[in-house]
């Protein structure tokens, strides 16, 4: 199992980002490099990558607010 964190150097600032779109499904498959959700970070939008290759399931849903180094899915 292999957790999708939000990386801690993908913006500069320590403001929080809003999900904006899960670009693969909840129980989907996904394949390691595959961007798998949009993130917008005042006014910019930043593509989430997969960590690994499984099956995703989401744990944060569209329009809520994370931080760096929140868990939004596992990849098992």
């Known amino acids: 199992m292999t957790d999708v964190i939000i990386p801690v150097d993908l913006w500069e600032e320590d403001s929080e980002a809003v999900i904006t779109s899960w670009l693969a499904s909840d129980g989907g498959d996904v394949t390691e490099g595959d961007v798998i959700a949009e993130l917008m970070v005042e006014k ?22 994370v931080a760096k180094g929140d868990q939004v899915a596992t990849i098992g």
Not at 46 to 65: Q, R, W
């Open 44 to 65: 910019i939008q930043y593509e989430l990558e997969a960590p690994a290759s499984g099956k995703l399931t989401i744990s944060k849903d569209v329009d809520e607010v």
